[in-house]
C-alpha cells in the first residue's frame, strides 16, 4: 500500500520569509519520493528527487527536503519566497515492485501564495 | 535536453466525439503513461504501458479509452466518446528502464469537452 498526504491545501507566505510545505507518505517498500510544481496553465516539472541517496535533497530555485524516515515526512523548504515561486506544490511518492511494475501516487497538492 | 512533448496543447471536442492526444516520448525510454488532472483536483492515474501493452490501468481508464503505440515514436491516448467529466489536464509520461524510479511530465494537453 502506498499513500501520501500533503497536510495544507493552502500556504501564504510573504515575499523573502521561509516557505515550509508538509508531505507525509506511507509505502510498504523503500520508495522514492519527489516534488513537483505546477505553474498555472503550465505542465509538472521536477524540483528535485529522494532516491535513497542523501536525505537532505536540493533541488532547483533554492529548495530543499529533507527525508526522515522516522516521522514518514518528505518537507518542502526554501528559506526566502520569491514572487515567482507561486504555484501549485505536488509531493509525489513512487514505488518499483517486481518486474519493473511502478506504482506512483500523487498528492493533492498545496497552492502556494506569495505575498509582496 | 530532452523532453516529453504533446500535442495538441488545447484540444476543444464535442460530447460524443472521439478525441486523441498525442505524446512523444524520450527516445530511450521503454515506459509510459498516461494521467489526468480535472480542474482543482489531484493528478490521478490512468495507464501505464510497457513492451507494446498495457501493463497496469485504473479505474478510470474503461472501455472508452484505449492506448497506443503506433510507430515506436508517438505514444496515443484515444477517448472513444467524450464525455463532460472527461474535461481535464492530461499528462503523458516516461521512465528511462527499469530501476529508475523518476517520470518525466509533457507539458499536457487540456481537453474541453461541451
Known amino acids: 500500500a502506498q499513500s501520501v498526504t500533503q497536510l495544507d491545501s493552502h500556504v501564504s507566505v510573504s515575499e523573502g520569509t521561509p516557505v515550509l510545505l508538509r508531505c507525509n507518505y506511507s509505502s510498504s517498500y523503500s520508495p522514492s519520493l519527489f516534488w513537483y510544481v505546477q505553474h498555472p496553465n503550465k505542465g509538472l516539472q521536477l524540483l528535485l528527487k529522494y532516491t535513497s541517496a542523501a536525505t537532505l535533497v536540493k533541488g532547483i530555485n533554492g529548495f530543499e527536503a529533507e527525508f526522515k524516515k522516522s516521522e514518514t515526512s518528505f518537507h518542502l523548504t526554501k528559506p526566502s519566497a520569491h514572487m515567482s515561486d507561486a504555484a501549485e506544490y505536488f509531493c509525489v511518492v513512487s514505488g518499483t515492485y517486481s518486474g519493473g511494475y511502478q506504482k506512483v501516487t500523487f498528492g493533492t497538492g498545496t497552492k502556494l501564495q506569495v505575498i509582496p | 535536453e530532452p523532453e516529453v512533448t504533446q500535442t495538441p496543447s488545447h484540444q476543444v471536442t464535442q460530447m460524443g466525439q472521439e478525441v486523441i492526444l498525442r505524446c512523444v516520448p524520450i527516445s530511450n525510454h521503454l515506459y509510459f503513461y498516461w494521467y489526468r488532472q480535472i480542474l482543482g483536483q489531484k493528478v490521478e492515474f490512468l495507464v501505464s504501458?510497457?513492451?507494446?501493452?498495457?501493463?497496469?490501468k485504473s479505474e478510470i481508464f474503461d472501455d472508452q479509452f484505449s492506448v497506443e503505440r503506433p510507430d515506436g515514436s508517438n505514444f496515443t491516448l484515444k477517448i472513444r466518446s467524450t464525455k463532460l467529466e472527461d474535461s481535464a489536464m492530461y499528462f503523458c509520461?516516461?521512465?528511462?528502464?527499469?530501476?529508475?524510479?523518476?517520470?518525466?511530465f509533457g507539458p499536457g494537453t487540456r481537453l474541453t469537452v461541451l
Open positions: 504501458f510497457y513492451n507494446n501493452e498495457i501493463s497496469e
Open positions: 509520461a516516461s521512465r528511462p528502464r527499469q530501476g529508475s524510479d523518476e517520470q518525466f
